[in-house]
């Protein structure tokens, strides 16, 4: 299992759709700070803290863990099928789950690498700019870490999800289309449909499009945790279930 | 030591109605070359792919290195180097580096196999080249590099000389001659270029429509290709009529070049010449020769020559 996941990794590390995506990501999380803080100096207004940035602007970053999960989902996964490159890894010797867990494994790790760029770059550059003030009141030591980890969290979930897509579709135009589509429409449509039968209401509040907004919050209660850790993990635990069986039976061409 | 490195029994397969495969009962003598013969579509990847467990059967089972259950043939599937259709690279990397991807995802250790591979397929010097800038031959190399990473004891080659220049197709006849040789490596070779597979490979298997038609080996083949005299005379119509009467066989074709080929008395050629003589033709080449793999392919498949 070891090997399947180095190769993984050693693949992610020579991916240039992976570098793209992170160099991008770190231009824009660069860009992003110093409008604000051109804007703020030339009206006056007081400047952000990096404390504020994050904890104001680590919401959005749900739209950078989406696009990650489902470009590399296309680039990194689907890819290989066209390449030809599948049909070596899957007559490499091994079982198809321990190929598709070594898969999502490196995939996953671009992604909540991806993930992180936008609220470290952009904090420490607005640290750098402004110092890096207070946290929030009633939060606590643990803001920092706890958002971060749980931002990894979500996206390996968010992982999860694209991984299921790619390995569904085959083909990476379609992965990232669809993938795109999905997680920019899913919160929409359960939000619409959840105002109407109150089941899908409940869905949505206990799923990882509506909690990723609840990651940044200063405090949360000691109730919502479990839900808030449970959610993404059942929902990774699910998709790589469904992703492994249909790996399983799919002929790889 | 098992005899077969692979056994085919009833293989089947069926993609939306379509019968790929159809009862095949292949088998692969440990050492052998095995040429794998057929037309498009009649089957020869859908039984690699199968064999590689890249695909399900419908129906039958496969037995990998005298192993059929599922598990074992997972694991006898890390005996077996392939290069399937087209060669499976990673066009943004290097041969090198693609040579390293492919060791370690087969858990290869030390890092040094790789150079000595790029030498046996001569792609020692493409540097940082990118394999998608790679032309179709060296494409090729580097698919049976990586077919040949970890010392398979079964090699599998889809169409291995597509693209490939003359010097190359010699190159790689003669590379694949020498593992075999040397190395004792068992391979099973699709190609259309029937002329290229009858200089090396020991054993064949002719596929049509998903059946097995036959297996034998190349003794045998040379036993059932029909020998024949081949004549060419001033006067192809006189020699017709002399060959007609004098000798009295229909069995003979003549070629567009008015040459002709007769496959009767091939063992008494002198009596063939001293009737043409005899007749007062004059013969501008006289010579046995034999039918080859082509020819037979082509008879055995019902006529059609598209292989």
Not at chain 1, 142 to 155: D, E, H, K, N, S
Not at chain 1, 179 to 200: A, P, Q, T, Y
Not at chain 2, 297 to 302: A, L, Q, V
Request: charged share 20%; net charge positive; aromatic share 10%.
């Amino acid at each position: 299992m070891y090997n399947l996941i180095a190769v993984e990794l050693f693949k992610l590390r020579k991916n240039r759709s992976f570098w793209t995506l992170l160099i991008a990501l770190t231009a824009l999380s660069l860009a992003y700070p110093i409008m604000y803080y051109v804007d703020h100096q030339s009206s006056g207004e007081p400047q952000f803290t990096g404390a504020e940035f994050l904890v104001t602007f680590i919401a959005s970053n749900a739209y950078a863990i989406k696009f990650g999960a489902a470009a590399l989902a296309g680039f990194f996964i689907s890819n290989e099928y066209a390449t030809g490159v599948m049909k070596t890894i899957a007559s490499s010797g091994n079982t198809r789950g321990r190929l598709y867990t070594a898969k999502l494994t490196g995939f996953a790790i671009g992604v909540m690498l991806v993930s992180l760029v936008f609220p470290i770059v952009s904090t420490v550059e607005v640290t750098l700019l402004s110092g890096f003030g207070h946290l929030p009141e009633g939060s606590s030591e643990w803001f920092i870490p706890r958002v971060l980890g749980l931002t990894l969290l979500y996206t390996a979930a968010f992982a999860a999800i694209g991984a299921l897509f790619a390995v569904i579709l085959t083909d990476s135009g379609k992965t990232i289309g669809v993938s795109m589509i999905f997680f920019l429409m899913i919160d929409i449509v359960l939000s619409g449909i959840g105002s109407k039968v109150e089941f899908f209401g409940k869905v949505y509040d206990y799923s990882i499009f509506k909690l990723i907004g609840e990651i940044g919050k200063p405090s949360i209660d000691r109730g919502d945790m479990p839900a808030l850790l449970l959610v993404p993990l059942l929902t990774i635990a699910v998709c790589a279930m469904l992703g492994i069986v249909v790996f399983r039976r799919k002929d790889i061409k | 030591m098992q005899d077969y490195v692979l056994r085919t029994n009833q293989l089947s397969k069926t993609f939306r109605g379509h019968r790929a495969l159809d009862n095949v009962n292949l088998s692969i003598r440990r050492g052998s070359i095995y040429g794998f013969i057929g037309q498009n579509g009649a089957g020869k990847s859908t039984l690699i792919r199968l064999v590689t467990g890249l695909a399900f059967p419908t129906a039958g089972s496969i037995e990998l290195f005298g192993s059929s259950e599922e598990k074992a043939l997972i694991q006898a599937r890390k005996r077996i180097g392939s290069s399937i259709e087209s060669p499976a690279l990673f066009p943004h990397m290097t041969a090198g580096e693609n040579l390293e991807a492919n060791r370690i995802l087969r858990g290869i250790p030390g890092q040094d196999c790789v150079p000595r591979m790029l030498k046996q397929v001569g792609l020692q010097g493409t540097g940082k080249k990118k394999a998608k800038h790679f032309s179709l031959g060296m494409k090729q190399r580097l698919g049976l590099a990586i077919a040949l990473l970890g010392d398979p004891e079964f090699l599998i080659l889809d169409e291995p000389t597509n693209g490939l220049d003359p010097m190359g197709v010699i190159e790689m006849r003669e590379l694949l001659k020498t593992l075999n040789r040397e190395l004792g490596i068992t391979i099973l070779i699709s190609s259309h270029i029937l002329s290229e597979l009858h200089l090396m490979a020991s054993h064949y298997g002719i596929i049509h429509r998903g059946r097995l038609l036959e297996q034998l080996t190349a003794t045998e083949l040379d036993g059932k290709c029909r020998q024949y005299v081949y004549i060419k005379a001033n006067d192809s119509d006189k020699a017709t009529a002399v060959i007609q009467h004098e000798l009295d066989t229909a069995d003979f074709e003549v070629m567009q070049d008015g040459a002709i080929k007769l496959y009767n008395y091939a063992e008494q050629p002198s009596k063939i010449s001293s009737a043409l003589f005899s007749a007062g033709l004059e013969i501008e080449k006289f010579m046995p020769m034999g039918e080859d793999l082509e020819r037979y392919f082509t008879k055995r498949i019902g006529g059609d020559p598209h292989v």
